[in-house]
């Protein structure tokens, strides 16, 4: 059975930092790229983070760019994202997602997802 | 970047009735557009990708249409448990957003 476990959240001070953990079982780890998204209470979902399965290609959004690095460990099965500099607008649930391309013409989508941590920046 | 605009915001129906959501994009996206459901506390749930392609497990009663910039989601009998929030996304380019998304309320 596939599982994504996301670990780390916490409440933190506004310009602290943070590390998140999300750790994969049920499936070879090394195959897939994988993302962050997080939803801001009563707001909608957003896209954040993006990493290929060899680290070769990285996105952010323009949200967090500068400030959240993401990485991987393939021989632990572990999906990070450190967040500096943090702020109250990063207060939200955030979720960690496998991707998968099912055609060969198609795209990239987010089939599994854990069921998220929650990062508090209040003072 | 490419704008997704979800509408009606909210819906309000009774089990058993159809549901249909719209997702215009600002551009074109291509049929790369997937359909997500989120309910509070739960992970969001791929339902739709390629604009028209079933997730696994997905049961039938959920179809997606369209292509370039106007797409649908149509629910074709409503069950209590489809009640819940859902959302767009594009994978044409990046960033890749998700629309605001539509609430589907019980009426």
């Known amino acids: 059975e596939v599982q994504l476990v996301e670990s780390g959240g916490d409440l933190v001070q506004p310009g602290g930092s943070l590390r998140l953990s999300c750790v994969a079982s049920g499936f070879t780890f090394s195959d897939y790229t994988l993302i962050w998204v997080r939803q801001a209470p009563g707001k909608g979902l957003e896209w954040i983070s993006y990493i290929t399965s060899t680290s070769g290609t990285i996105y952010y959004a323009d949200s967090v760019k500068g400030r959240f690095t993401i990485s991987r460990d393939n021989a632990k099965n572990s999906l990070y994202l450190q967040m500096n500099s943090l702020r109250h607008e990063d207060t939200a649930v955030y979720y960690c997602?496998?991707?998968?391309?099912?055609?060969?013409?198609?795209?990239?989508?987010?089939?599994?997802w854990g069921r998220g941590t929650l990062v508090t920046v209040s003072s | 970047e490419i704008v997704l605009t979800q509408s009606p915001a909210t819906l309000s129906l009774s089990p058993g009735e159809r549901a249909t959501l719209s997702c215009r994009a600002s551009?074109?996206?291509?049929?790369?557009l997937a359909w997500y459901q989120k309910k509070a506390g739960q992970a969001p749930r791929l339902l739709i990708y390629d604009a028209s392609n079933r997730a696994t497990g997905i049961p039938a009663r959920f179809s997606g249409s369209g292509s370039g910039t106007d797409f649908t989601l149509t629910i074709s009998s409503l069950e209590p448990e489809d009640f819940g929030v859902y959302y767009c996304?594009?994978?044409?380019?990046?960033?890749?957003?998700f629309g605001g998304g539509t609430k589907v309320e019980i009426k």
């Open positions: 997602a496998r991707e998968k391309k099912w055609e060969v013409r198609g795209g990239y989508y987010s089939d599994y």
């Open positions: 996304q594009q994978r044409y380019g990046w960033p890749s957003l």
């Open positions: 551009q074109s996206v291509g049929s790369y």
